[in-house]
Each structure stands twice: as C-alpha cells, then as structure tokens.
C-alpha cells in the first residue's frame, strides 16, 4: 500500500473533493466523540450538517496546544481508549505533556506517510536505515522506524545518543539512510571526520527533522558527510514527523494533503492568506481517528507553495519554517516555554527574585541552555551552602518539569539589565533560519 504516487498526484479538483469527503466525515465524528470540539461548534451556532466541504473549512472553530493541555491525558480522543495503540507525548505550555493517542489505522497511515517519503527518495528494500531520533514518548524514532520497515528496509532502532557508538554502528552494520535532527546530524558528521571514518561510511542520504535547520547547515552537513540531506517536518499534535517531507528536489516539503488540510493564517488577524504569504500554519486531520484535531493552530511562520513541483506531485509544498507565532524555543530537540521557567523560580520562594534571563546558544553543534537569576539581598547575604542548594534544587525542578538540563547561574540582584518595555527574557544566539 505503501507506493503511492497516484495519490500524490491527484488533479487538484479530484484531491479537493476527497478532502471535502473526508472532512465532513470527520466533523460528524468529532462532533459526536470530542466534547470540547462539539462545544466549540455549538458557541459558533453551527453543526456539522453546515460544513459540506473544504469551501466550509473556514468557518470551523480553531484547536491550541492549550486544549490538550485542559483535555489531559485523553479527553479528546475520539475513539474509545479499547481501541488506542498507541499513545506519544510532548512538551506543552506549562508542565504538563500533552498527549496523542493512535489507533491501529493511525499507525497504518503513519508509516504509510514516512514509506511515502522514503519512496520518493529512492530508498529500496535494500536500504539499510538507522533511526537515530529517540525512542520513547517522543514521535521521532518510532515514527520514522515504522516507515522504513514498511518497505523493507533494514532497520537499525539505535535511538539518538553515545555518538562513537552510532559511527560504529554506521560502519559496521552499513547504514546507508541516517534519521535524526539536523543538529546531531551535523554534530555526527563533524565527529566522523575527526575520526577519519567519512570514506568507511556506505552513508548516501540522511533525513532530518524535528527542529529548525538552515540551508547553510544542510550544506555543511552534505558536505562532511558527502550525502544529500532532506527535511522532514512534524508535530505530535497532528501525526508526529511525515506531516511533510521533501521529495528529490530539495525545493520545499510536499503536504501529505490527502490526510492534511493546510491554511496559513495571520496570526493577529486570524483571516486567511493566499497561498504564498508568510503566516501561521493551521492543520486539521482529515483521516485520522484517535487524535484528530480542527484547524489547529501550530504557531509554525511558514509559506506554501501552490506552483506544480517538477517531480510531478501535486501535494502542496511548504516552506522551512521561519520562526514562532508564540515563544517556544527547541533546544536540543525539546520544546521549551518560557511560561515553564518562570512557573519554577515563582515556586522558588523569596530567595530569589523573578529577575531571569535565558541564554541559548550552539556550541559545537550542541545546544548551551543557561538561565541566570538574581537573588535576593538575603540570599547574597548568606552563606555558601544556602546559595548552592537553591541553586541545585532550582536546577533539578526545571529539569523535572522541561526534560532537559539547564545550567543555572544565580547573579547578584539588579546585575540583569532591566528593559524599559517588555523584558527581553530570552536571548537566542543560535542562527536558526
Ligand atoms: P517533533 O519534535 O516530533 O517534530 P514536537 O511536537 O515535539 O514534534 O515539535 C514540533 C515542532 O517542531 C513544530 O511545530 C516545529 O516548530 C518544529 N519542527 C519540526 N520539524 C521541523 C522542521 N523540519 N523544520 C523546522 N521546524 C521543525
Ligand atoms: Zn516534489
């Protein structure tokens, strides 16, 4: 089922009427199924018979990552938990994770989604593919594992870490497809040429994702590890990665449109662009069942490409995003929100005052994540210890909270400069796009 390139190539009209189908099909059911969406429509005094097809899309009410913070775990799952899979998890606004559920066609169409991408890239059966996202809650690794057994390649689940140990496993077992993010792409690459193996590598092509990445880095990337790097681009909110993908010409990532509905919104405004402006990118699921979501809202800045691709593919293609609606940063491939820092130092008692700044930078292909915090006169006051054990205890609740560690430094009161207008919180080095 896999090889789909006739359905990659619908006539426009033929591809709208199936999303038109499918969208009504899944208004009904959400309508039935999610509580929250149903309330929604009824505030807009609508019903699902009022949408008659994707003409009607916009009149839909928007979803945010804040829903399925409220809903957590499972209240908008539209199908009964006995026939959820599978379930992954990410990062939300404050704390809490959110959480998407499959079912067993879910799983189905998501590695048909990542087969689709593999395919369009030549990759065979003979392929030997190393999927070196994690493994666990986050999509990546799973996400990308199931796509490539899907046609038969061999697949490596090595999971991301112990980098030495991925060269050798690069080496010996031949991987030929590498899948991680960009960052530990480059990161693997610059190690392989340190240790001179770049010409024991049977390493052809890579396929990276799950942050930000610039052409700059592609090229860099290519080059050490003499292979073509593809972007591949996702959410847990809407599938995980295979939302989109790029075909052989490295011209942007086709949609799979026939399971997404895209719209690029202005995000102040919230009306609708044409197709070629920079706005924010809205998807709803047209196909799937135990998380399908409306008009969600991925505060993604993004463009899509309405002209034909020269492979042939009618899908629409979308841009690399270009930045954040909101203020979430990646680091090392975790999603950050200031809101979770501030939430910890505000439940860190008077020791130290609300004065915080966050530094982020890339050093050696590694994300450096430091947060400074002033203290209060009478911590400055104290001794040692007391400043070393607020010091720690802050550390391991925003690692608890985060998922990943941050180097906290406490500065003296008043030493971070204050702004006359809104606080400049977040100072991000990194080059990004
Ligand atoms: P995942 O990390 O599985 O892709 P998350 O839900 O944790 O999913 O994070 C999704 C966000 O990651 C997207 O909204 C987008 O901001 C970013 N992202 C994912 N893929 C890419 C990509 N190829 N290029 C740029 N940003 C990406
Ligand atoms: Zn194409």
Redo the contacts with the bound molecule.
């Keep these: 089922m896999y090889y789909q390139k006739e359905q990659e190539c619908m006539p426009r009209s033929e591809l709208v009427k199936l999303q038109s189908e499918r969208l009504v099909a899944q208004v009904k059911r959400m309508y039935n199924n999610v509580e929250c969406f149903r309330n929604r429509m009824n505030e807009k005094g609508l019903k699902p018979e009022d949408i008659h097809g994707v003409e009607d899309l916009h009149k839909l009410p928007f979803s945010y990552k804040t829903d399925l913070r409220d809903y957590y775990p499972y209240g908008l799952f539209a199908s009964p938990l006995s026939d959820i899979v599978r379930v992954h998890a ?2 939300g606004t404050t704390g809490k994770r ?1 959480v998407v559920g499959y079912t067993r066609n879910d799983l189905d169409l998501w590695s048909d989604m990542m087969a689709r991408q593999l395919v369009a890239l030549g990759v065979t059966k003979d392929d030997v593919v190393q999927v070196s996202f994690g493994y666990g809650l ?3 690794g799973f ?1 990308a594992h199931a796509g490539a057994e899907k046609i038969g390649c061999l697949v490596i689940p090595n999971s991301s870490g112990n980098t030495a140990r991925q060269i050798e496993t690069m080496i010996d077992f031949g991987t030929t497809v590498l899948y991680c993010t ?1 960052s530990y792409a480059m990161y693997l690459a610059e190690t392989a040429e340190q240790m001179g193996v770049i010409d024991k590598l049977k390493l052809r092509m890579g396929i ?6 610039t052409e700059e880095m592609r090229q860099k990337i290519e080059k050490t590890f003499k292979i073509k790097a593809y ?7 809407i599938l ?2 295979g939302v989109s993908g790029e075909c052989q010409y490295q011209a942007g ?1 086709h949609i799979n449109e026939d399971h997404f509905i895209p719209e690029i919104i202005d995000p102040e405004t919230l009306e609708v662009l044409p197709y070629g402006e920079v706005g924010e990118l809205v998807f709803t699921t047209i196909t799937k069942e135990g998380s399908p979501i409306i008009r969600y809202r ?3 800045l993004c463009q899509l490409i309405a002209e034909p691709c020269k492979c042939g593919r009618t899908h629409l293609r979308m841009k ?2 270009q930045g ?1 609606s909101d203020d ?1 940063l ?1 680091i090392r ?3 950050v929100f200031p809101s979770q820092i501030e939430e910890v130092l505000l439940k860190s008692g008077n020791a130290i005052t609300p004065n915080y700044q966050i530094i982020v930078d890339r050093v050696d292909n590694t994300d450096t994540f430091d947060i400074l915090v002033e203290m209060s006169s009478d911590l400055v006051a104290s001794d040692i210890k007391s400043i070393v054990d607020i010091q720690n205890k802050i550390k391991a609740d925003l690692r608890t909270i985060l998922g990943i560690g941050a180097n906290v430094k406490l500065v003296s009161p008043n030493s971070i400069t204050r702004s006359e207008g809104k606080a400049k919180r977040v100072i991000d080095n990194r080059k990004l796009v």
């Design positions: 990410s990062s959110i986050f999509t990546g996400g960009p990276f994702g799950a942050e930000p990445w972007d591949v681009y996702g959410l847990t909110e995980g990665p990532m991925t505060r993604d690399k995003p954040r979430m990646i491939g975790v999603n």
